[in-house]
Nanobody, 125 residues
Framework: QVQVVESGGGAVQAGGSLRLSCRYSGRGSETYAIGWFRQQQPEKEREPVAAVSWSGKSTYYEEYVAGRFTISRDNTKNTVYLQMDSLKAEDTAVYYC?????????????????WGQGTQVTVSS
């Protein structure tokens, strides 16, 4: 069973930056794709943000964060990072780390195998 734990959320002004970290563990966890999702309000569905393949060579971004967010992976530290720059008020959400057996699985919520507990990101305008 793969486990993921997020850290690094907080409050920032619009235009600022934050870096989220996702530490993964468990047997075979280094072979899983890792994705980030966010949930802006409790009644809304979690939406994909970005994902990275197990090797770190392939990355994926949704259009609403492309060019502002950067996902990367360090398998020596079992950690995936989400660098968020040029933050906007609409980026305010709880951000979740997710593990999937394939790249696509880390980008589609119902295919995710393991979720983190979430970390709050608040951007004030």
């Amino acid at each position: 069973q793969v486990q993921v734990v997020e850290s690094g959320g907080g409050a920032v002004q619009a235009g600022g930056s934050l870096r989220l970290s996702c530490r993964y563990s468990g047997r075979g966890s280094e072979t899983y794709a890792i994705g980030w999702f966010r949930q802006q309000q409790p009644e809304k569905e979690r939406e994909p943000v970005a994902a990275v393949s197990w090797s770190g060579k392939s990355t994926y971004y949704e259009e609403y964060v492309a060019g502002r967010f950067t996902i990367s992976r360090d398998n020596t530290k079992n950690t995936v990072y989400l660098q968020m720059d040029s933050l906007k008020a609409e980026d305010t959400a709880v951000y979740y780390c997710a593990a999937g057996r394939a790249d696509y699985h880390a980008r589609v919520s119902h295919l995710v195998e393991s979720w983190g507990q979430g970390t709050q990101v608040t951007v004030s305008s």
